[in-house]
């Protein structure tokens, strides 16, 4: 068993109902995406603010801090904390953070929604990064991935306003995260992945956002050798791709796809898609 941390389970509302008033001049109660404030504390010591849906606070933490190798096992992790009438979670570690300041100096604003922050040098890391070669993806598991997450319920289609996030083996989805930006759906599928000690190497991660550098650095650094988005991607998410050995899809929308790198794990199995 993974070592797990002592948790809380605050989970905010997804949703909340208003009221607005439609073509038609009537009033028509509406579902909204929550959005909280969230400042992270690691041993008393802040780190960011980050805004979120509230759905995973937990996982998001423990994610950012994974990703931003701040942490580097959940081993390190003795208790992560949410208390919502400050907006603040706590987490305490066995031995505090090595050279905190150092590592929290150099800040990038990514083009995360809600405004997403690298800190440190992440992109000195990609060398030491190696997915599994071995790893395949087949066309049909793809497309019937993509039908599964067309199907799973979702805030989206109840309230928009959020971005959504899956980790899946083949079709079959594990867990399914949606968030005001899609970094922090990202964190909370690693912190999760952390907790349930759960391996990237054979998974698949599917984002409804775009494909930017700091998704796939994400996604490379939790192990995921396929990164699928039905949304597109830019030049640096594609170059870093490139440099990692990523598979990375994208515009992947029904029977439609477009495989941008690492088309050697990428098995044509299927019936192609027409029209």
């Known amino acids: 068993m993974a070592h797990r941390p002592l948790l809380t389970q605050a989970a905010r ?42 759905a995973a606070p937990e996982a998001l ?15 390190d992790i003795v208790s992560v904390q949410v208390d919502w009438e ?16 150092a590592k929290t100096a150099r800040r990038t604003a990514t083009t995360g929604c809600g405004q997403g922050t690298v800190f440190g040098d992440l992109m000195e890391d990609l060398e030491s990064i190696r997915l599994p070669d071995e790893a395949r993806l087949a066309e049909s598991t793809l ?25 899946a083996r083949g079709p079959e989805i594990l867990t399914f995260v949606e ?20 391996d990237g190497g054979d998974k698949i991660f599917y984002t409804t956002g775009r494909l930017t550098s700091e998704m796939v650095i994400k996604a490379a650094q939790m192990g995921i050798p ?10 640096m998410g594609y170059e870093i791709a490139r440099q990692v050995g990523i ?4 515009r992947a929308v029904n029977r439609h796809y477009l495989v941008f790198t690492g088309a050697g794990r990428f098995v044509r199995d299927g019936t192609p898609a027409r029209g």
């Open 61 to 75: 933490a423990l994610g950012f801090l994974r990703n931003q190798r701040l942490v580097s096992s959940i081993e």
């Open 143 to 167: 497309l019937a991935l993509l039908n599964n997450v067309r199907l799973h319920e979702s805030i989206y289609k109840q309230a928009g306003a959020v971005h959504g996030c899956a980790l």
């Open 86 to 101: 400050v907006n603040a979670v706590a987490v305490t570690t066995r031995s505090g953070l090595a050279d905190l300041e």
């Open 13 to 54: 509302p997804a949703t909340y109902t208003v009221d607005a008033m439609d073509e038609k001049g009537e009033t028509v109660p509406t579902p909204i995406a929550g959005e909280h404030p969230l400042t992270l504390y690691v041993d008393k010591r802040e780190v960011l603010t980050m805004m979120t849906l509230g």
């Open 247 to 250: 598979t990375l899809i994208g």
């Open 179 to 198: 968030d005001v930006g899609r970094h922090n759906a990202v964190d909370a599928i690693a912190g999760w992945m952390w907790l349930e000690g759960v």
């Open 226 to 235: 396929f990164l699928v988005s039905r949304s597109g991607l830019t030049q």
